[in-house]
């Protein structure tokens, strides 16, 4: 969201006051007219500095600078931004350091369909990535943390050709990648097309001991388990786009997304008992086989009317398909013989609509009002086999069910600028959702939500300065329960334990309500020169949380509604030439950001009663350097570990991360050029800790350790 208007009408002035003129010197008495080049206009505007709502704009360029194969490994980069791994594969992209859906993921400002994994997601079929720290009325509010917009390829350039062809290898996996981009003009139409495909092998040791100690701290129990995984995964991204500049200003424009993924893995676990009774499986393999394919396409008409006013209509379809075996056996002979296979599908189609009528009225009031449609079906079945015999011979098509969401949005805001330094921005979004879940294992079950957020936002640029301004926003938001929480559907674990429940779904699950409060001091002090310093608290009502309980038989995990959650934030963050401060420096760009977090959860008793997973400590610093045709760079990440307390029984420890990247991007010409990133120089493993108080075994503790170590990233760009 943008206060363009208002932004243009004060910048533009004052770059033309201060832009570079050039005048060609002439003897005394010649009548040539002076020739003045006169710069700056639409180059000094910048959406961060500029715009009333706070967004961090991701370009390509920065985009492509470390070379990465996933969206996710470009946003550990971002400040403000941390990602969840837990084994070293894709991750969770999280903002104030919650996951877990608090953090509003879209693509071209609209949600991915449920199953679709961001982590596949190439950046080269991406123009940039808009980071929203508060909400906006334009937008989704299902955004408690903030929102990370993608948006996919829109900038057509006349004749633009590339191909990008490299490799991937480190400790344990290897795999060549591939992209295209192809633009071009025709008279009023224009086209871009945006490809990649990647494939990978790995394999590694996952390391992994569980123990038990009785009331006093004594051991009882104590078991290792050496794991060693292999797998492969493929990927595939495409994103046409094709433009019509209509005779009377209008322009009408078709974009469409594909993903495709592929994804096997074998794992085998021994697990040896020194201490207590033996493991139930003391040799258990396991593999994972999964397909998901998502289809989405959208046209864009924009009106332009009388007045300025601006009619932009987006209709869209979409798409989604996944299929996923799941299967656990035990070599012949074994004591204690288990062949289980699960088989899931799972489709979702649906179709949105999104309006946005603006227009500048009065002095300095950019107006704006429009919807926010959609619905979809998602069909999802369930077959369970034991030894290649169904569990539930009864469900001769196993356990299905059908969901069905309508959702409606109404909003309107106003963006005034009501002086230079002055502008506000007032929003009101109206959101309803009606789910429908019915299955022929469970009763049919319906849920209902209906929020209103009113959203503000200031900027003020503070008088006798130069760059120096304070934001302010109070947004209400929201986050709706996802389909696996509504479904009271039982998915089972072979080895049911506290530490491995069953799962089932709560349809009485409400949204979780949230009132956010965000402030703001940035000073710009030179070009390119940036400091900031931020600071949030959200309370959540209605917080949802994983509950562990034993129904008598078994164990079982249900998220639940457990009373109110609070969190705080505060980041800083600079990023500047090193010209900025010495005159001659060579041509060196540092940035840095630290991210504090604190949350509290009123249901858990504490201490460490934070919301599940949230990262308390963050820190990037980044260097780049160019000279001549060589242009290097590194960055490292580091998030601070700690222990949480889900339930007044069950904890789990985060791991502390420090993560050292480099890259070098090499210019042969104008053509051609070679780009090397290296990553995880430190080397360091993923690890997972977490234990549960169970009666029986009292404090059961389980760490699992995944292989890592460095790897080494070479793509070759070609311009033709």
């Known amino acids: 969201m943008t206060v363009l208007a208002a932004a243009l009408a004060s910048v533009f002035p004052a770059s033309a006051q201060q832009g570079t003129t050039k005048a060609d010197p002439q003897p005394a008495g010649d009548q040539k007219m002076q020739k003045v080049e006169v710069r700056g206009t639409a180059d000094s505007y910048d959406a961060r500095r500029d715009d009333t709502a706070t967004k961090i704009v991701v370009t390509q360029e920065e985009i492509a600078k470390y070379g990465d194969t996933s969206v996710v490994d470009v946003m550990k980069r971002v400040p403000g931004i941390t990602v969840s791994s837990p084994n070293g594969r894709g991750g969770e992209i999280r903002m104030r350091g919650l996951g877990a859906g608090y953090t509003q993921i879209l693509i071209n400002g609209e949600r991915a369909p449920a199953g679709f994994s961001i982590d596949s997601l190439s950046p080269d079929v991406i123009e940039r990535i808009e980071v929203l720290r508060a909400a906006s009325a334009e937008f989704s509010t299902q955004s408690v943390a903030g929102t990370v917009n993608i948006v996919l390829k829109k900038v057509v350039r006349a004749g633009q050709r590339e191909f990008k062809i490299g490799a991937r290898t480190g400790s344990g996996f290897n795999g060549p990648t591939a992209s295209l981009q192809l633009s071009d003009k025709l008279g009023k139409m224009s086209y871009s097309v945006a490809a990649s495909v990647m494939a990978e092998q790995f394999s590694r040791d996952v390391l992994s001991d569980e123990n038990a100690f009785d009331a006093a701290g004594v051991p009882v129990q104590m078991r290792d388990i050496a794991g060693a995984e292999d797998g492969r995964l493929k990927l595939f991204n495409l994103a046409p786009r094709l433009n019509w500049a209509l005779d009377n200003g209008d322009s009408l424009t078709s974009q469409s997304f594909v993903n495709s993924a592929r994804f096997r893995l074998h794992n085998r676990q021994v697990t040896t008992t020194t201490l207590g009774a033996p493991a139930p499986y003391p040799v258990l393999d396991s593999s994972v086989r999964s397909d998901n394919d998502v289809v989405r396409t959208e046209v864009n008409w924009v009106h332009k009317m009388a007045d300025g006013a601006k009619l932009d209509v987006k209709a869209s379809l979409i798409g989604g398909w996944n299929t996923t075996d799941n299967r656990r056996w035990t070599p012949a002979g074994s004591p204690r013989a288990v062949d289980n296979l699960v088989h899931l599908e799972a489709d979702e189609q649906g179709a949105t609509t999104v309006g946005k009528y603006s227009k500048t009225i009065m002095q300095g009031h950019q107006l704006g009002m429009g919807w926010d449609g959609g619905y979809s079906v998602r069909n999802d079945s369930r077959e369970e ?71 503000l936002q200031t900027l003020w640029k503070i008088p006798d300065t130069k760059g120096d301004q304070i934001r302010f926003a109070v947004t209400r938001t929201y986050k709706a329960p996802s389909f696996q929480q509504l479904i009271p559907r039982r998915q089972t674990a072979i080895d049911n334990r506290s530490t491995d429940p069953d799962f089932a779904g709560n349809p009485d699950l409400q949204p979780e309500l949230a009132l956010g409060f965000d402030a703001s001091y940035e000073h710009y002090w030179a070009e390119g020169a940036l400091f900031s310093i931020s600071g949030s608290m959200r309370r959540i009502d209605g917080y949802t949380r994983s509950q562990v309980f034993f129904d008598g038989a078994r164990w079982v995990a249900m998220p639940m509604n457990a009373g109110e959650a609070t969190t705080r934030g505060l980041e800083l963050e600079t990023k500047f030439p090193l010209k900025a401060l010495i005159k001659d420096a060579p041509a060196i760009d540092l940035r840095a950001s630290v991210s504090a977090n604190w949350s509290r959860v009123d249901g858990v008793p504490g201490p460490d009663n934070r919301i599940d997973g949230q990262t308390p400590l963050s820190s990037t610093l980044g260097v780049d350097y160019k000279t001549g045709k060589l242009t290097m760079g590194g960055s490292f990440v580091w998030k601070e570990g700690g222990l949480v307390r889900i339930s007044e029984r069950q904890t789990s420890t985060l791991q502390t991360r420090r ?11 104008p053509q051609q050029q070679l780009r090397v990133a290296l990553s995880n120089l430190l080397g360091q493993d993923f690890v997972n800790r977490n234990s549960f108080l169970e009666e029986g075994r009292g404090l059961v503790v389980r760490e699992t350790r995944f292989k890592a170590g460095p790897s080494v990233r070479a793509t070759f760009e070609q311009k033709f």
């Open 385 to 455: 086999f034991e030894a290649g015999e169904r569990v539930f011979p009864a469900l001769p098509k196993g356990e299905e069910s059908t969901s069905r969401v309508a959702r409606l949005a109404l909003y309107a805001q106003d963006e005034w600028s009501l002086t230079q330094r002055l502008s506000v921005y007032l929003g009101a979004r109206w959101e309803g959702i009606r789910t429908t879940t019915e299955g022929n294992t469970f009763d049919t079950g319906r849920s209902r939500s209906n929020v209103w957020s009113p959203v």
């Open 659 to 669: 993560d050292l990247e480099a890259t070098a991007l090499y210019k042969f010409n």
